[in-house]
Every structure is written in C-alpha cells, then in structure tokens.
C-alpha cells in the first residue's frame, strides 16, 4: 500500500494552483498530508479549486511584488509557517506558434515580468519563513522546452531555461539557510494552458517518447511529492525532466 503521508504538516504554497498542473500539485500535496495554500491570479477559479481539496487559496499577481508579498503574508498567516513552495505560476496560453521576428516587445516583457522575476520575488518574499525551518523546499517549473529548444515559442522557452539556470543559482545561496531549492522540467502535458498547441506539435511528443502517449498532470505529481519530501533532504540544484522519455537530460 502506498503511503500517503510523506508529507505530513508540510505547509506548502502552490502558485499557479487554481487549474492545470499546479492545481494536480496542490491536490497531490494535500492527499500526502500537506497543508496548502493555492495562490492564483484566477480568484473563482481558484477559491473552488482550494474548496474542493481542502486548501486555502490567496490571490496572487505575480507581475505585481506588491501582489506577491502581500500573498506570502497572508499564506504564511494562514498555514502558521512555511516549509514549502512550489512556483507554478506562468504565461503559457496563446504564446506559441510565432517565430522569434514576431514576437512583440510588450508580450515578450511580460513572459519574462511573470514567469522569471516573478518566480524570484516569490521566492525571495518567502525565503525568511522558509529559514526557520529544517529541510525546507522549493521547486521551480521549467519545461522540456529549453532543454530541446523548440521553436515558435522563444519568449516562454528562454523564460524557462532562466528558471533552469536560477534553481542552479538559488541552490547555492540558500543551502547555507538550509532550503533546497530543484526544478522539474514537464513535456507538453494536457492541461488547460496546452489545449491550443496544434495536433501537430502534440504528435511530434507522443510519437518522440520513449513512452507513446499524452502527458497527464498526474505524471508529475510523485516527482513534486518527493521533491518536497524528507527523502530528497540532501538533493538540491537539479533540473528533473519529466517527459516520458522525449528529452533526456
């Protein structure tokens, strides 16, 4: 039988927890015994999501540092501390399929504003409670794009290749403060934020993987689980493709 409390009285904010890949996260995490709090930008979206697995959900905008401050206070207040954060949250609807010649400024700012430095003020605003803990955690998304660099995407793959090169970075300021710092790089998984990426592009994934088949959130979930957990305590600076096999890193 599987245990299903390697996380027990964790207490663990999930950005980017309202649908998709973070909201399987969130789920995950409470089902091993975690305390969470979903923070999102989608406010209904979100306040369901935390009602319907038994989390706590806080509004986030993570292009605003105000935004994000105010949301690790409100966390931290609500879960009594920290242990965890998982930095799910990102631009990556409607994005893809234009060459790098066509991507405009604005857009490009703010894939980037979002995706990398919001991550690291998330980070930042939580690295004082993350502290007063032993073995705390965080994970940071990337994606199996910067690591193959796919096309017609530059603003999101450069974004997260960032994201790949800040874990390495994070981990090694904040193994003095005791915080373990990875990141998981997912293929193309079927969430809401991938529904428009064309068959085609969904076929090269299938057909590449050593294991022919879709990407579900759920195929994630045991990685973020271990991340988090006591049994990764002396793993830290590392980038865990999770893509069936498509890329091997």
Same mark, same amino acid.
């Given at each position: 039988?599987?245990?299903?409390?390697?996380?027990?009285?964790?207490?663990?904010?999930?950005?980017?927890?309202?649908? %998709?890949?973070?909201?399987?996260?969130?789920?995950?995490?409470?089902?091993?015994g975690a305390k969470v709090v979903i923070?999102?930008?989608?406010?209904?979206?979100?306040?369901?999501?935390?009602?319907?697995?038994?989390?706590?959900?806080?509004?986030?905008?993570?292009?605003?540092?105000?935004?994000?401050?105010?949301?690790? /206070?409100?966390?931290?207040?609500?879960?009594?501390?920290?242990?965890?954060?998982?930095?799910? %949250? /990102?631009? /990556?609807?409607?994005?893809?399929?234009?060459?790098?010649?066509?991507?405009?400024?604005?857009?490009?700012?703010?894939?980037?504003?979002?995706?990398?430095?919001?991550?690291?003020?998330?980070?930042?605003?939580?690295?004082?409670?993350?502290?007063?803990?032993?073995?705390?955690?965080?994970?940071?998304? #990337?994606?199996?794009? #910067?690591?193959?660099?796919?096309?017609?995407?530059?603003?999101?793959? #450069?974004?997260?290749?960032?994201?790949?090169?800040?874990?390495?970075?994070?981990?090694?300021e904040l193994g003095e403060k005791g915080?373990?710092?990875?990141?998981?790089?997912? %293929?193309?998984?079927?969430?809401? #934020?991938?529904?428009?990426?064309?068959?085609?592009?969904?076929?090269?994934?299938?057909?590449?993987?050593?294991?022919?088949?879709?990407?579900?959130?759920?195929?994630?979930?045991?990685?973020?689980?271990?991340?988090?957990?006591?049994?990764?305590?002396?793993?830290?600076?590392?980038?865990?493709?999770?893509?069936?096999?498509?890329?091997?890193s």
């Amino acid at each position: 039988m599987q245990d299903k409390s390697e996380l027990l009285g964790k207490r663990i904010i999930v950005t980017g927890g309202a649908r %998709g890949l973070g909201q399987s996260f969130a789920s995950a995490l409470v089902e091993n015994g975690a305390k969470v709090v979903i923070a999102d930008i989608l406010e209904d979206e979100g306040f369901n999501s935390a009602s319907q697995i038994g989390a706590a959900f806080v509004t986030l905008d993570l292009s605003e540092p105000v935004s994000i401050n105010n949301c690790v /206070a409100s966390a931290v207040s609500e879960l009594g501390g920290l242990d965890g954060l998982v930095n799910c %949250g /990102a631009i /990556a609807t409607g994005i893809g399929g234009i060459t790098m010649d066509e991507i405009e400024i604005a857009i490009w700012d703010k894939v980037l504003s979002v995706n990398v430095r919001g991550t690291w003020l998330m980070s930042k605003a939580a690295i004082p409670h993350l502290e007063k803990n032993d073995n705390s955690k965080i994970i940071n998304l #990337a994606s199996d794009t #910067a690591l193959w660099g796919a096309p017609r995407l530059m603003h999101y793959v #450069a974004s997260k290749g960032a994201i790949i090169s800040m874990t390495r970075s994070m981990s090694r300021e904040l193994g003095e403060k005791g915080i373990a710092v990875n990141c998981i790089a997912p %293929g193309l998984t079927k969430v809401e #934020a991938t529904e428009y990426v064309p068959e085609e592009r969904k076929q090269l994934y299938i057909q590449g993987r050593s294991i022919h088949r879709e990407q579900l959130p759920s195929d994630i979930d045991g990685t973020a689980i271990f991340l988090l957990s006591d049994a990764s305590n002396f793993m830290t600076g590392q980038c865990i493709a999770v893509n069936g096999g498509f890329v091997m890193s």
